[in-house]
């Protein structure tokens, strides 16, 4: 019985480990590409990486964004990138395709950048946990 107490525990812990590596949270405190206030606009001062249902969600202080698919994950040696693309209207009607690169480092830096044809793409840096 002790020994079948000992397995379950170990089977939680491990459970416990697995699933918070599903998730991905960061933090932004630099900017660029604009003025701060519209790039946290466009990206927000933080997102989130649900690796298990692939998606990307980024927010603010205000709360949280609608989470978009992750379509393309590419790692290197330095860095893993989710690649989002998202379609939205103007006040025209007219769509617009933005993509977003999600990169998280091995050393806990973590960025967002989001680059739309036409436009000067926007990035924001810190750290992942």
């Known amino acids: 019985m002790k020994l079948s107490g000992v397995a379950l525990a170990a089977l939680i812990a491990i459970g416990g480990q ?3 590596a599903n998730t991905v949270k960061c933090s932004m405190t ?17 997102f989130v ?3 298990k ?9 205000k709360g949280w964004w609608k989470p978009i698919e992750i379509t393309k ?3 290197n040696k330095k860095f893993t990138a989710y690649v989002a693309y998202l ?9 617009h395709s933005q993509k977003y690169s999600f990169r998280v480092y091995d050393d806990g830096k973590g960025q967002v950048q989001m680059s739309q044809h ?12």
């Not at 630099?30 to 933080?46: C, L, N, P």
């Not at 249902?53 to 202080?61: D, H, S």
């Open 118 to 129: 036409r436009y000067r793409p926007v990035t924001g840096k810190g750290t992942c946990s």
């Open 18 to 20: 697995t699933a918070m």
């Open 73 to 75: 994950i590419q790692k």
């Open 53 to 61: 249902a692939k998606k990307a969600q980024m927010g603010n202080e």
């Open 87 to 95: 379609i939205t209207k103007d006040a025209r009607g007219n769509q």
């Open 30 to 46: 630099k900017f660029s590409g604009a003025k701060e206030d519209i790039v946290v606009s466009w990206i927000g001062t933080r």
């Open 49 to 51: 990486l649900d690796l």
